[in-house]
Every structure is written in structure tokens, then in C-alpha cells.
């Protein structure tokens, strides 16, 4: 445990109070001790106030080297499931749903690639307080500050969606999937990554994107040779930038694959909320009846268009709220 560097001052301070404290005898230093006390305890209280943030910062420290996804950014990688055209649709309708969000609670929205965004910043969250642990009945809630893997991590999985496709001429309702990852910013130091163990590949990026990002080998594909797991990054004009940002998402994937083996041979039982599964299937979106289902609490909201727009804080109050509750149980 290192020693706060504030502690010694205070004692200093303290000692010279009670001196001070003995002289309010003598008549004449009277008035000069009392001047000099309230200095002193002015001071005492400033270099307090300095070490309770001092020792705030290395609790802060250790938790976050203990869980290094503690104070994380999150990367949110959104893919197309069954369903064709309307899946390709509704991937994107799920990433306008989240960037609207993130953006609404202050947080930065940048795109990596297309489906993959990161969200950094800092935010709160309204979720909800029960009564008891048994009683699912709300009495209040309660607002948390949150770094975005915090936010998100239970949004990993499948969603669902029952509507009728713009492109169907006879009104037939038709079912179709995107799956949702969310993976933590990684620090270079959390996950080792050897040079030889890497193979690049350079190429134009695709779609509109101004006067140099087509012309020029700027996107980035990264392949970990020993895992072959492989990441595409195209948000940056120059090829150096999106090097860097597919070393930092390949990085986020080697640690949530580290994680998950760690946890398959300590034979960790985990809760289904926050599995960061991509089968597993968390969420339907029914528009005939204006009704969204999490299949993992068994709840609904009837506030389809609104959360579409980006009104998630209800929804991930409480999913998170019970995810919190099956893990201390666990």
C-alpha cells in the first residue's frame, strides 16, 4: 500500500494547532494564536480534502487494474443475421438505435468500420430499486455513473425483429436477426500481443468517403495468425490511424476470448445477461404489436417506436439491474 504523500503535512499542521491551542492562555498572543489557528485549520482541511482524493485514485487504480474493462470504452460490432435484405436493415436500424442513444446521454459515437462503432465518455443511468431481493415490485431508482462497456455489456446477443419489409407487396409479416457483440477498449499492457503473430492486409475503402479515402490502400485488415481472428477497420483516411485502431480492437477480441477460457476451465457458472453471446437470443421487436421482449427477465415494453429512437434507459436500467442481481447471486 503506498503512503499518502499528504498524511505527514497534516500531522505538521496538527502539531502546530496545539501549539498555538496553549498560547490562547497568555493575553498577549491571545488574538495572534486564534488568527494562526483558523489559518492552520484552513490548511489542514485543504490538504484533507487532497489525500481522501489521493486515496480516492488508488482504490480507483487497483479496482480498474484488477478489471481493466472497469472504466472501458465499448466497441459495438453488429452483424446481419437470417433474413436477407431486411436483416442487412434491421443491423442498421439497431446501430441508429444505439448511436442516437449514446449521443442523447452525452457519450462519443466514432465508426470504425461499417456496423462497428466506439463509444467513450461517461454517463449515468437511472435504474430501478425493488422493494426486496424477492419482490419484483419498484419502489424507486437510483442514478449510477457509468463508463459505456458498463452501459452495454448486457445488449450483447441476438435481437429479433417481426414487421412487415418495405419491400413486401402483400403484407406478410416477415422475421429477421442481427446479432450484437460488445467488447471492452483494451489497454495494450492487459493483453500481449507478438509482432510475428500478425498479418496485414491494405486495400481501398469502399463506399462514399471524399476525395482521398477511396483513392489511397487506407483500410486496414488485421489477422492473429495463432486465433485467426481478423478485424477490418476503415474509419481513417490514413492507413497509420486505422493500423492503430485494428491493434486496439483485435486486442478487445483476444481479451474477451482470454476471458472466456479462463472462465471455462475455473468452471465459473455466469449468468445469461451480459454473456456477450452472439446466438444467444436476448430480445424480440414486434411492430404489429408495438412490443418489445427480453427474453432473459421476461418482460415487455409497449414503447416500440420510442426506444427505437433511441429511449433505452428504461430498458437497460433493468436488465441491468437484474444482470447485477443474478451475478452477486452466482
Known sequence: MQTNPYQNQIKQIETKIKDNQQLLVDPELEKLAQEEIIKLKKQKKSLQKAANDYKQSLKEQEETEKNPTKKSAAILEIRAGAGGDEAKIWANDLLRMYCRYSTDKGLKVEIIDNLVVKISGKTTLSTPIFETEACE???DSTEKQLYPYQLFQTEAGVHRVQRV???ETQGRIHTSTASVAVLPEIQAKDVQIKKEDLEWEFMRSSGAGGQSVNKTNSAVRLRHIPTNIAVRVSQERKQLQNREIALELLRSQLWQKQKAE???????????IGGNKRAEKIRTYNYPQNRITDHRIHHSWHQLENILEGDLDGMIGLVSTISNKQKSKD
Not at 262 to 272: D, F, S
Open 165 to 167: 419489409p418495405t419491400t
Open 262 to 272: 479462463r472462465e471455462k476451465k475455473l468452471g465459473k457458472a455466469r449468468a445469461v
Open 137 to 139: 415490485n419498484q419502489i
